[in-house]
Every structure is written in structure tokens, then in C-alpha cells.
């Protein structure tokens, strides 16, 4: 029976994969006869520099760092690693336990433990070992995760398609917003995980009209002051919808501001210049130059040039001047990309 559970756990640990890292090959060398035994997948670096690429650009599971090394030291690596992966389990080792680094550095740069270097390595086993067994348990609650963020996504989006029934011009004026926006967010850099904010905001910009009633939504006269009213209270209906889901905290900004104006006369909270969300001021242009391209019932869509002008004359009242002239530099440049989305979601 022993047998056949280390056999298990033997396969169990063939997937996951393991770098070691130091400048002297008789302890990668020695590590691995202990690694193979275990059944891990490991490689052995010497090079420091050549491990931050290599963890750059592969998969790791798990790191085991030598701390003294040159040219740079092990909290140095684990430094530059942690600009672009935070979530690498590392293992840090020591000639000795009065050359580790002070309890503060391995806090701050998030190292899960280390230990001494021993001829038997005992303790770094076990220390492997528990952190497999972390790894695991963190991509088994990530999974879990997923599955409830697409559980509720699911829940939103069907919310979105009741919206859009009801309201043909609402019909994929989220989805050419959500698009619009990332374009916009690529032309400045944003981060992947930025990107899939504006993505996921646009599309639910607009959740809170289910809580505007239907004469008003779909009213084809002028609205009163206070059928207006009703319709403003849209962002903060759809904030207190998805609030009801931590997933959605962070693009809650986008569904809450994206009516605000840079000199502050916006609503809900009136907020002024750069104390708008970012990714908000993104998604108020990409919505505001979907609405004045579009067919509504009392007006034909606005030909380019006029909608030009409108941002030029808003640039730094109504929008963010440094993302308008971003935006208009788009429509001069490369309306190709603006073109496909409108054909897409026509």
C-alpha cells in the first residue's frame, strides 16, 4: 500500500515544475538527485540574469533561490521577478542562517520561506514539499474562482440582454463602448489585467437602465427635468447591482463615473479632472462617441466630422484633454479599427 501512494504522489508531483537556481553546479546537481527521486519536472540555472529571463518567459511552479550569488544577489532576482509575477513560490537558501536576509525583505518581496544548505536537505525537502502543497490548493481555489466569476457573469450578462430587449439603441452600444475602450486603453499601455477591466466595464456601463422604467427609457419626445433625472440615477443603480459581488469591485468605477465631466458638472458625484477614475475617463469617450454615431428615433448618426469637432470643443470641459487628443489622433489614423467594431455590432 506504501508503495503504490508514493508511486502516486511521484506522478502527482510530475506537474509541476521547478527551477533551481545557483552560481555553483555541485548544489543544483546534488538537488537534483533529490528532485528526480521525488518526481518533479526541475531545470538547474547558474546564471542569475538567465533565470529572471527564463521565469519571464516559462512556466514555474516553484523557485529554489540561492541567496549569495553574482552578479546579483537572490532578493535582487526575487525583486525583478516580482515586477511581473507575483504569484511564483520561492524557496530561498543560505550558506548559513546569518546571511539570510532580514525578516523585512522577505516580507516585502513576498518570499514563502527558506532554509540552510545541508548535505542531506531535509528541511528544503519538506519545505518543497509543503509548498507544492500550496500551490495546489491555490490553483484549486483560482478554479473556483473562475467558476463563480463566470457564474456571475452569466447572471449580469442575462441583467445586460433584459436591458438591451427593451432598448433597441442600447442593442450592441455596450459591447461597441466595451471595444472602443480597450482600443483606447492599448494606445496607452494599459496592462492586460487594465484591459479586461475596460473590457468587462463597457459591456456592463450600463446595467443600472433596468431600473429606469420603459416610458422613460423608451421615450422618442424630449424627456422632462425629472424623467432626465430618472435616467441619471443609472450609474448608481448599476454600481449597487454589481456591488452585491466582490469580482466586480474593480470595474465598479467605470460603471459608476462614466458620466462624469473633467470640469466636475457630471453626475453621480461630480467628481473633477484627474479624480475621475482613469479606465472611467476612457469609457466616457468611447460611450459618448458611440452615442453621437449612432441612429437614434429623433436623429440620424453625426457624420465624422462634426463628432470631431464636438471633442475638440469638449477636449478638457466634458473629457479628459490628454485622452481626446489620443482618441482624435484614432479617428485620424486608424478609423479601419473603429469601422470593423461598428460592423461587428451593427
Do not use: W
Amino acid at each position: 500500500m506504501r508503495k503504490r501512494t508514493q508511486n502516486s504522489n511521484t506522478n502527482e508531483n510530475n506537474n509541476y515544475k521547478i527551477m533551481i537556481v545557483d552560481d555553483e553546479e555541485g548544489i543544483i546537481d546534488s538537488l537534483s538527485i533529490f528532485l528526480k527521486r521525488s518526481g518533479y519536472k526541475f531545470i538547474g540555472v547558474t546564471d542569475p540574469m538567465e533565470a529572471i529571463e527564463k521565469a519571464k518567459n516559462e512556466h514555474f511552479d516553484l523557485m529554489i533561490l540561492d541567496f549569495i550569488m553574482t552578479p546579483i544577489h537572490g532578493d535582487q532576482v526575487v525583486e525583478e521577478i516580482r515586477k511581473f509575477n507575483k504569484e511564483l513560490y520561492i524557496l530561498l537558501l543560505t550558506g548559513h542562517k546569518d546571511l539570510a536576509p532580514p525578516l523585512e525583505t522577505i516580507k516585502k518581496l513576498d518570499i514563502q520561506g527558506y532554509c540552510e544548505k545541508s548535505d542531506k536537505f531535509d528541511q528544503l525537502l519538506l519545505l518543497i514539499e509543503s509548498g507544492i502543497k500550496s500551490i495546489a490548493q491555490m490553483n484549486e481555489i483560482k478554479k473556483i474562482n473562475k467558476e463563480l466569476e463566470n457564474s456571475y457573469l452569466e447572471s449580469i450578462e442575462t441583467l445586460r440582454y433584459t436591458v438591451e430587449a427593451k432598448d433597441t439603441y442600447t442593442r450592441g452600444h455596450s459591447d461597441r463602448v466595451s471595444e472602443f475602450s480597450v482600443l483606447i486603453g492599448k494606445k496607452v499601455n494599459l496592462s492586460e489585467e487594465e484591459l479586461r477591466l475596460l473590457k468587462i466595464g463597457g459591456l456592463f456601463h450600463d446595467i443600472g437602465k433596468i431600473g429606469v422604467p420603459d416610458s422613460i427609457l423608451l421615450k422618442e419626445s424630449k424627456l422632462t427635468d425629472d424623467e432626465y433625472s430618472e435616467i441619471k440615477n443609472h450609474p448608481s443603480i448599476g454600481t449597487h447591482i454589481l456591488s452585491t459581488a466582490s469580482i466586480f469591485k474593480d470595474m465598479i468605477p467605470i460603471v459608476k463615473h462614466h458620466h462624469e465631466r473633467y470640469d466636475g458638472h457630471g453626475y453621480p458625484s461630480q467628481l473633477q479632472g484627474k479624480a475621475i477614475p482613469y479606465l472611467a475617463r476612457i469609457a466616457a469617450i468611447a460611450d459618448s462617441f458611440d452615442a453621437m454615431t449612432s441612429k437614434r428615433t429623433y436623429r440620424d448618426s453625426l457624420p465624422l466630422d462634426t463628432v470631431m469637432a464636438e471633442f475638440e470643443r469638449c477636449k478638457g470641459t466634458q473629457f479628459d484633454p490628454e485622452l481626446t487628443d489620443i482618441f482624435l489622433n484614432i479617428l485620424r489614423n486608424d478609423y479601419d479599427e473603429i469601422k470593423t467594431i461598428q460592423e461587428k455590432y451593427k
